[in-house]
Structure formats: structure tokens, C-alpha cells
């Protein structure tokens, strides 16, 4: 699973637990984007993979992975995928992402490898209605609706706004120690 998680939030956890159980996973692995390359203005890496490590800490079967801040360039999914199908060959991935971006799917960097690496964990919101791209491997996740954004999250802490049960409790006390969305 695969984003800047600036901040990681509950909707994040529940998707990650529902990708687990639905689709039979021995383990969801959360990879922060070291550089993404279709957003700016994030929060350094250092608050983004402590906020990670502490939101994933309670469940086992989560796991933080830093692939992604071995290279320079930036966090294209087709290069991560093919960086960790070489280090983990015996090991078989779904990407997780939501129903929606299948829709774009085909303008991703490199879009007809990537769609040979991986099969796609799609979180589909209920009543959503998204086009499965040809020559993709697509399984669908049921998912309660959850309105949580990591951009709201943000805004209201600029504001002075309660995050309270928008992430886990570690992920609020570590944005107030280290004040990360004050204006």
C-alpha cells in the first residue's frame, strides 16, 4: 500500500485490514513514497515513516517498508514493484489503491509493465462505478464508507481543529509534539 501517509489515518488502517482479510493476505505492507511525483509540499520523510511506524504498530500483520528511499528518483509504482519482486522473488503482491484510479490507471508511468508485475487490490466505495483497464488484474475490496482524507486532516490541524479518532492516538500526539501542520 502504496502513499505520502502525511498523515496516516484511520481510513488508511481500514483499508489495509480489510485488503488483509478479503483478499487473504499474510501481510499489508505500507510504503511512504519518498518522492511523489504528483504532489508537493509534504511533510519531511522523517515525521511521514515515524507517523507510519507508530499508526501500524499495534497490528502485526502490518509493516512498514522503506524500499522507496533507496533511490533518489522519483516514487514511480512500476520501479517499486520491479525492485521488490527482484528482493523478494518466492513472494506474490497486490497493490492496493482505490477503485477510482483505475480509471487512470493507463496514464501511470509505464502503465503496460506494471499491469504485468502486480494484480490490484481496488477499494471500491459503495455505489462507485470505475472502469477496469484491459490487461489489468483487478480484485475488489468492500469497504464501509469512510469520508477520512489525509488533505481534511491537515486543514483542520492548521486550524486548530481536533484530529481526534481521524488517526490512532500516536499519529495526534506526534503531529501536536512536533506541531507538523501549523500554519
Known amino acids: 500500500m502504496g502513499g505520502t501517509f502525511d498523515p496516516p489515518h484511520l481510513g488508511h488502517l481500514l483499508i489495509a485490514e480489510q485488503a488483509r482479510e478479503q483478499l487473504d493476505l499474510d501481510e499489508v505492507w505500507f510504503l511512504p513514497a519518498a518522492i511523489p511525483p504528483h504532489k508537493a509540499g509534504f511533510s519531511p520523510a522523517e515525521h511521514r515513516i515515524e507517523m507510519t511506524r507508530l499508526a501500524i504498530s499495534k497490528q502485526p500483520e502490518f509493516k512498514l517498508n522503506l524500499i522507496e528511499f533507496e533511490r533518489s528518483e522519483p516514487s514511480y509504482t512500476v520501479e517499486t514493484m ?39 487490490g481496488a477499494v471500491a466505495r459503495p455505489g462507485s462505478r470505475y472502469r477496469i483497464p484491459e490487461l489489468a488484474d483487478v480484485r475488489t475490496i468492500d469497504l464501509p464508507q469512510l469520508e477520512i482524507s489525509s488533505t481534511d486532516i491537515r486543514e483542520r490541524a492548521k486550524r486548530g481543529r481536533s484530529i481526534k479518532y481521524l488517526v490512532p492516538t500516536e499519529v495526534e500526539t506526534y503531529v501536536k509534539e512536533h506541531d507538523l501542520y501549523d500554519v
Open 82 to 120: 520491479k525492485r521488490l519482486l527482484e528482493r523478494y522473488p518466492e513472494d506474490t503482491f497486490i497493490f492496493l489503491v482505490g477503485a477510482d484510479s483505475l480509471d487512470s490507471l493507463e496514464s501511470w508511468y509505464d502503465y503496460e509493465t506494471l499491469v504485468r508485475l502486480v494484480t490490484f
